[in-house]
């Protein structure tokens, strides 16, 4: 619903022909620029509130042995992966730098490791969980990396992990591509 009403006011804004887009029509090559690097909001929200958590939240599941917890977690994520995914054809109405990317790619790779996962959890099996699990957080700093943001690393949760945020790596970056 949200989601629609904001493509709705995104067409409105791109087909409507004052204001601010008749700026930005005046300097085609800057407002580019300004869109390729531009924060998303809505995207770093469901980053930030879903996936970092929910990531973490199955590990920890997974390593307790509680499958239905896991189970759990893995449907959060799936439900976050629809989430992003209408997120995404927002900011590709908005941004031909991410319309140039191989979004469908990205997520694929994403959702197959998951679906790995899912079974070593369906499978209550600790061990293919571990292997699965490694191929899933890899997958989050894939899609990180083509999205130009190599700095947000994620790993598996660490015991001594920074904090609240023990799945995430602050120590080294290169900074956005
Ligand atoms: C479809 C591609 C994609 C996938 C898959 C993905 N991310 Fe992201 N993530 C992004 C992008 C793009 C950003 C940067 C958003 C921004 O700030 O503009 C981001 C940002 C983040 C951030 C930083 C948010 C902030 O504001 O500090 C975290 C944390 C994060 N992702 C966690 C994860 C985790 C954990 C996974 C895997 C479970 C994951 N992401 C999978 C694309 C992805």
Request: proline share 5%; aromatic share 8%; net charge positive.
């Amino acid at each position: 619903m949200q989601g629609t009403l904001k493509r709705a006011l995104v067409l409105v804004f791109f087909v409507g022909n004052a204001g601010l887009l008749v700026n930005f029509n005046a300097t085609p090559g800057r407002a580019q620029e300004v869109k390729r690097n531009a924060y998303l909001p809505q995207l770093a929200d469901l980053m930030n509130e879903s996936m970092q958590i929910n990531h973490a939240k199955l590990w920890f599941a997974g390593h307790a042995g509680n499958w239905a917890l896991a189970t759990y977690e893995v449907k959060k994520i799936k439900g976050t992966i629809e989430e992003i995914k209408e997120t995404i054809v927002d900011i590709q109405i908005a941004s031909s730098h991410w319309r140039s990317l191989p979004v469908n790619e990205m997520l694929k790779n994403f959702v197959v490791n998951l679906d790995a996962l899912d079974q070593a959890v369906q499978a209550k099996d600790s061990v293919k969980f571990e292997t699965a699990y490694q191929g899933f957080t890899t997958a989050c700093n894939a899609c990180h990396t083509r999205a130009g943001q190599p700095q947000i690393k994620i790993i598996a949760p660490l015991p001594n992990g920074s904090g609240i945020f023990p799945n995430q790596d602050f120590t080294t970056g290169s900074g956005p591509q």
